[in-house]
Structures are given as structure tokens and as C-alpha cells.
């Protein structure tokens, strides 16, 4: 009975000792450094049972991961043809235009916006959409994907590794676009003219140090597309005369002292562009009073033409197609019938 107490005892012991071992196996063993390196971390927990106790031990592992690399491309185009001369672009053509932008690098780029500069203009482009059809995205699989909540706008919001994403926008081209052209100091009226508009893009990359772990991203600026503007400043003049004859031989056709000649002047901007302060003047050979400044008389064709006072010698715009009459009238002086036979 002595020895059977003793075993009793020896095997309490034992155990303790056990309990002891098993308890402490874990902690003890992490590596130095586990909780705050970097990579993909795991944490293994082994456990078994050995005489109805429960029994553990812990393993970690970190493996490192590739630290991503961040860069942009952006290359942008016109993508249509004008209605002028060489498929150029005259007012009121719609200007197409193409923006690809590609992750080149190996992490995800975030908020990727395009911006649209364009001075050369009187206006901005608009009417921003992303291209799905043509874009090359990842929107599925299970490695990572792009996504955009909003489809028509000039931001993605998150294009994966390889992407490409392309926007879409246009511009419609004014008349002050147009009038704007031209070089006056070589007096050139046919002129290859040209709107050049400037367009960025920025991003934004993961920072787990950030308030909303995004920081500003790669980017790319001064990516310029160029539209030909089909500039044609030009004006005609048709000059007609109407005889009224009341005096002197009425059926000779011959102006004879004191009838009246009628003289009309048809004016049309045959060009593309507004021109500005439109008159005439009349070097008339009669040896009468005459106005060499005729009034403008009527529009045939109008086309937005203004002239503040309709009575006027001057058009403040005549637009391109627009017609214009003018008119003055001549009486007859004695001199005339002597002096131009």
C-alpha cells in the first residue's frame, strides 16, 4: 500500500510537469519581429489530447510579398472627321476624342481621373463616358479585378495591374473658335488652323498610413490632341445696275439727264468663318452727286447676321453663307450725257 502511494504521487507530479510543458509551448516560440513584418503572415495551432489533457503548440510563418510598383500612361486622339475641306472641322462639327489610360505597373491604382485642358477653345469638352466595349479590363477572376461604380464620368475607380481603361468626350466647335483663327499679319485667308487641347491624368495608390489608405499616385501631363480647322476667310460681290428712264428717248435704253439708275449689291460670306464690319464702297464714274457708301437694304439669306441699325452702311457679322444686300441709287446729270459719250 506504501509503494501503491508513492506511484499516486510520482504520477501527480508527472503530470503537473506535463501540464506545465504543455502550457508553455506557445508563446515563447514566436519569432522576434512576427507582429509587425510585413508580407503574408500565418499563424498555425497544432493540438491533441494525451491522457484527457489537451495539449498545444503554435507555428508562424511570414512570406514576403513583391513590393508593387506604380506608373500611368495616357495617350490621346482625335477619333472622327470634320465636314470641311480634307475631312477639317468647321463651326459647329463635333469634335471626338479618345483618352487610353493603362496601369503599367504591378498595384492597383486608384481614383484615376482625367483632366481636359483646353484654352484653345472658347468651350470644354463634355459628354465624359468610359469605352467598355474597347477598354481592357479584369471584372472578374479571382486574383483581383477593375472596378467603376460610375460608367459616365471622367473617373475610374479602380483599374487593375495591365488594365487599360478608355474615356470618351467630345467638343463642338464655335464660330468664335473659328473667327479666332487666321494670321493677320501675312494677310493669309485660306490658313490650315488648328485647336490644341492639353489633357492629365492623376491617380491615387494604397497607403495603409493614410486616413482612407489613398495617397496621390503616378501621373502623366501635357498629352495634347489636335483638331484641323477648316478656316476659309472669303467675301463676293455681285454688282447689278437698273436703268429707270423718264426722260429723253424712253426706248433707247440710254440714260438720258435726270433718270434714275438703281444699283444693287449682293455681299456673301462664302468663307467658314464670321466676318466682321462688312461695307462697301462704290467708286462710281458718274459726274453726279453719289453715295460710294450704300445702305444696306435686306438680308436674303441671314443666317444669325446682325447689323444693330438696320439702315446702316456697315454689318457688324455677316456668317459664313449669309447674304446681304445693299443699295444707293443715281440720278442723272447733263454733264454725264456730254461729257461720257
Given at each position: 500500500m506504501f509503494l501503491?502511494?508513492?506511484?499516486?504521487?510520482?504520477?501527480?507530479?508527472?503530470?503537473?510537469?506535463?501540464?506545465?510543458?504543455?502550457?508553455?509551448?506557445?508563446?515563447?516560440?514566436?519569432?522576434?519581429?512576427?507582429?509587425?513584418?510585413?508580407?503574408?503572415?500565418?499563424?498555425?495551432?497544432?493540438?491533441?489530447?494525451?491522457?484527457?489533457?489537451?495539449?498545444?503548440?503554435?507555428?508562424?510563418?511570414?512570406?514576403?510579398?513583391?513590393?508593387?510598383?506604380?506608373?500611368?500612361?495616357?495617350?490621346?486622339?482625335?477619333?472622327?472627321?470634320?465636314?470641311?475641306?480634307?475631312?477639317?472641322?468647321?463651326?459647329?462639327?463635333?469634335?471626338?476624342?479618345?483618352?487610353?489610360?493603362?496601369?503599367?505597373?504591378?498595384?492597383?491604382?486608384?481614383?484615376?481621373?482625367?483632366?481636359?485642358?483646353?484654352?484653345?477653345?472658347?468651350?470644354?469638352?463634355?459628354?465624359?463616358?468610359?469605352?467598355?466595349?474597347?477598354?481592357?479590363?479584369?471584372?472578374?477572376?479571382?486574383?483581383?479585378?477593375?472596378?467603376?461604380?460610375?460608367?459616365?464620368?471622367?473617373?475610374?475607380?479602380?483599374?487593375?495591374?495591365?488594365?487599360?481603361?478608355?474615356?470618351?468626350?467630345?467638343?463642338?466647335?464655335?464660330?468664335?473658335?473659328m473667327s479666332g483663327q487666321g494670321d493677320a499679319d501675312n494677310n493669309e485667308t485660306t490658313k490650315e488652323n488648328t485647336l490644341v487641347n492639353i489633357a492629365s491624368v492623376t491617380t491615387k495608390k494604397y497607403d495603409a498610413t493614410a486616413t482612407d489608405n489613398r495617397v496621390a499616385g503616378p501621373s502623366v501631363t501635357d498629352v495634347t490632341a489636335t483638331a484641323a480647322l477648316d478656316y476659309v476667310a472669303t467675301i463676293s460681290i455681285v454688282k447689278s445696275a437698273v436703268l429707270t428712264e423718264t426722260n429723253g428717248d424712253l426706248t433707247d435704253d440710254a440714260a438720258a439727264a435726270g433718270d434714275t439708275i438703281t444699283y444693287t449689291y449682293t455681299v456673301t460670306n462664302t468663307g467658314t468663318v464670321n466676318l466682321t464690319d462688312v461695307s462697301v464702297t462704290d467708286d462710281h464714274g458718274g459726274l453726279g452727286t453719289f453715295d460710294t457708301t450704300p445702305g444696306f437694304k435686306q438680308w436674303t439669306t441671314q443666317n444669325g447676321s446682325t447689323n444693330a441699325d438696320a439702315n446702316a452702311d456697315v454689318i457688324e457679322i455677316l456668317r459664313p453663307g449669309a447674304v446681304a444686300v445693299f443699295e444707293t441709287t443715281y440720278t442723272v446729270v447733263q454733264d454725264d450725257i456730254d461729257q461720257l459719250q
Open positions: 501503491d502511494n508513492i506511484k499516486r504521487i510520482l504520477g501527480g507530479m508527472l503530470m503537473l510537469s506535463f501540464l506545465f510543458v504543455a502550457a508553455s509551448a506557445s508563446a515563447e516560440d514566436k519569432p522576434a519581429g512576427f507582429d509587425t513584418a510585413t508580407g503574408i503572415k500565418n499563424t498555425v495551432t497544432v493540438t491533441g489530447t494525451a491522457g484527457g489533457v489537451d495539449i498545444t503548440d503554435l507555428g508562424y510563418e511570414v512570406v514576403a510579398v513583391e513590393a508593387p510598383t506604380y506608373s500611368v500612361t495616357l495617350a490621346k486622339e482625335v477619333t472622327n472627321t470634320g465636314s470641311g475641306t480634307n475631312g477639317k472641322f468647321k463651326e459647329g462639327d463635333t469634335i471626338e476624342y479618345k483618352f487610353t489610360v493603362q496601369n503599367n505597373g504591378t498595384g492597383y491604382l486608384y481614383d484615376v481621373t482625367i483632366a481636359d485642358d483646353f484654352a484653345d477653345a472658347t468651350g470644354s469638352v463634355s459628354g465624359w463616358a468610359v469605352d467598355t466595349t474597347n477598354s481592357t479590363l479584369t471584372t472578374t477572376g479571382t486574383l483581383g479585378t477593375s472596378t467603376d461604380a460610375t460608367a459616365s464620368d471622367s473617373v475610374y475607380d479602380r483599374l487593375y495591374p495591365g488594365d487599360t481603361v478608355i474615356f470618351t468626350a467630345s467638343y463642338t466647335v464655335t464660330a468664335d473658335d
